[in-house]
């Protein structure tokens, strides 16, 4: 997990400027102006430390997986929508990779520290949109994950998750 000292370097380098606002239907978003970008945080994340990281990592993955400014808008062709929820489902998915590192995941199975998809939301103090998007990344993969030499972590019917262990 980063520092706060490494998130502003991180964000200096990036030309990334964090603004937390009192914001009205939304937790946030992502902006650029061709020079600076910019992500604007709603104030009452603050409280919710899991729901504050998962939203400024899927702010990020704005950042590193769009080109442009992707927002809705009231009226959408069928086709703007579908781009505009690509875009969302790119950011998720960075998200869900960049605060839950696979080999971090796998390791936690094989210290018996997630037992349910809670225990994950704990463990890596995310929402469980980023557990869920993190597992689904996964399994575009492949649907079986080795935790060590007896055990398998089986992602073949998710939500639902499996630790299989071989009787050797």
Same mark, same amino acid.
């Given at each position: 997990? !980063?520092?706060?000292?490494? /998130?502003? =370097?991180?964000?200096?380098?990036?030309n990334?400027?964090? /603004? !937390?606002?009192?914001?009205? &239907?939304?937790?946030?978003f992502?902006?650029?102006?061709?020079?600076? $970008?910019?992500? @604007?945080?709603?104030?009452?994340? =603050?409280?919710? *430390?899991?729901? &504050?990281?998962?939203?400024?990592?899927?702010? !990020?993955?704005?950042?590193?997986?769009s080109?442009? $400014?992707?927002?809705?808008?009231?009226?959408?062709? /069928?086709?703007?929508? =579908?781009?505009?929820?690509?875009?969302?489902?790119?950011? %998720?998915?960075?998200? +869900? $990779?960049? !605060? %839950?590192?696979?080999? +971090?995941?796998?390791?936690?199975f094989? $210290?018996?520290?997630?037992?349910?998809? +809670?225990?994950?939301?704990? /463990? &890596?103090?995310?929402?469980? @949109?980023? @557990?869920?998007?993190?597992?689904?990344?996964?399994?575009?993969?492949?649907?079986?994950?080795?935790?060590d030499?007896?055990?398998?972590?089986?992602?073949?019917?998710? *939500?639902?998750?499996?630790?299989?262990?071989?009787?050797?």
């Open positions: 997990m !980063l520092t706060a000292i490494q /998130y502003g =370097v991180y964000l200096k380098i990036h990334l400027m964090i /603004y !937390l606002l009192s914001l009205l &239907f939304i937790e946030g992502y902006y650029s102006d061709g020079n600076m $970008n910019y992500i @604007a945080l709603s104030e009452s994340l =603050v409280t919710d *430390p899991a729901l &504050f990281r998962s939203i400024f990592a899927e702010e !990020l993955g704005h950042y590193f997986t080109i442009g $400014n992707q927002a809705p808008v009231k009226f959408m062709t /069928y086709s703007e929508r =579908v781009e505009y929820d690509r875009t969302e489902l790119r950011a %998720i998915r960075w998200a +869900s $990779n960049f !605060l %839950i590192k696979t080999d +971090s995941l796998l390791e936690a094989r $210290n018996d520290c997630i037992k349910h998809m +809670s225990d994950m939301q704990d /463990y &890596f103090n995310v929402t469980e @949109a980023i @557990a869920t998007e993190k597992l689904n990344s996964m399994v575009a993969v492949k649907l079986h994950w080795h935790i030499e007896h055990n398998m972590l089986v992602l073949t019917n998710l *939500p639902n998750v499996w630790v299989y262990t071989s009787i050797d």
